[in-house]
């Protein structure tokens, strides 16, 4: 049996749909955004936490290498100012399928790549990468609703989930990150959502309506649970002294009222020992 942890509340914040979690490793702060509520958390480094109310629906928060933020708002990847206001369009989505894009997580070279959604049963949605210079590529077609994104720590290896197809990929990528190849590394009976990786460069998958988070060795084999009573699991991040913490959000959208009594702090952020440390998270800002 995989060893068994269990996440504790570390931020009561009850969102609609907390999601993005990531660690800015400049200002020592974590950062996730509710996406349905309109609203960006931070948590500094001596516990306080702050709300940030949003003009426009954001699925990711991200740190900008010139010191600012980087956010995907509906089709739409701009820059932010750590208050929550929007600045300059660096690119837009292409709008097939449901119009809206996911998850999204800087590559080792500093660009961003981000999942679009497609629920129609057409798998019209993609994996799109986004330089600083507003140029977007397609990594892969096909996909349903695009979701977590991590590296392996030598940068060689994308794993990337997709929910409705309920599969981690793992893509082959050659020495300027572009992929080469792809095999499924583990498929799931829930939904796999956001994902992170850690030193050892295994894999940290939140299981939607699974309950937990899962991590699962190189080789597909899982190893380690931590139970979240959060309601929907969304998504997870390293973070904290020496990045041993994994932060997880949870949702608490459409469940009912007898979930909401036994879960009473679904959508809130929770935090486990996870017992090794994340393999860090690259800001925005190409490095090519």
């Given at each position: 049996?995989?060893?068994?942890?269990?996440?504790?509340?570390?931020?009561?914040?009850?969102?609609?749909?907390?999601?993005?979690?990531?660690?800015?490793?400049?200002?020592?702060?974590?950062?996730?955004?509710d996406v349905d509520g309109r609203l960006m958390h931070r948590l500094q480094p001596d516990g306080?936490?702050?709300?940030?109310?949003?003009?426009?629906?954001?699925?990711?928060?991200?740190?900008?290498?010139?010191?600012?933020?980087?956010?995907?708002?509906?089709?739409d990847v701009v820059e932010m100012d750590h208050d929550g206001r929007f600045g300059p369009l660096i690119a837009t989505l292409p709008a097939e399928g449901?119009?809206?894009?996911?998850d999204g997580r800087c590559d080792p070279q500093g660009r961003l790549w981000v999942g679009t959604v497609d629920r129609s049963g057409q798998n019209r949605a993609g994996l799109w990468r986004v330089c600083s210079s507003g140029r977007r590529e397609c990594v892969l077609e096909g996909r349903a609703l695009s979701n977590g994104l991590d590296w392996s720590p030598d940068g060689r290896r994308?794993?990337?989930a997709d929910s409705l197809l309920r599969r981690i990929d793992e893509l082959a990528l050659e020495d300027g990150g572009d992929v080469v190849g792809a095999r499924e590394l583990v498929s799931f009976e829930a939904m796999p959502d956001?994902?992170?990786?850690?030193?050892?460069?295994?894999v940290w998958v939140a299981l939607w309506d699974g309950g937990q988070v899962q991590r699962y060795t190189p080789d597909g084999r899982l190893d380690r649970t931590v139970s979240v009573p959060g309601g929907w699991i969304t998504n997870c991040a390293f973070g904290g002294p020496q990045q041993r913490t994994l932060y997880i959000s949870t949702a608490r959208v459409d469940l009912d009222a007898d979930t909401l009594r036994r879960q009473p702090h679904a959508g809130s952020l929770f935090a486990v020992d996870a017992g090794v440390a994340g393999r860090g998270y690259t800001a925005f800002g190409d490095r090519l």
């Open positions: 049996m995989p060893n068994e942890l269990v996440a504790e509340v570390v931020v009561d914040c009850r969102s609609q749909l907390g999601e993005g979690v990531t660690w800015d490793a400049a200002t020592e702060t974590l950062l996730w955004v306080r936490h702050h709300r940030i109310d949003l003009d426009r629906s954001v699925s990711v928060v991200i740190p900008h290498a010139r010191g600012h933020l980087l956010a995907v708002a509906g089709l449901d119009g809206v894009a996911n994308c794993y990337h956001g994902l992170s990786v850690d030193e050892d460069g295994c």
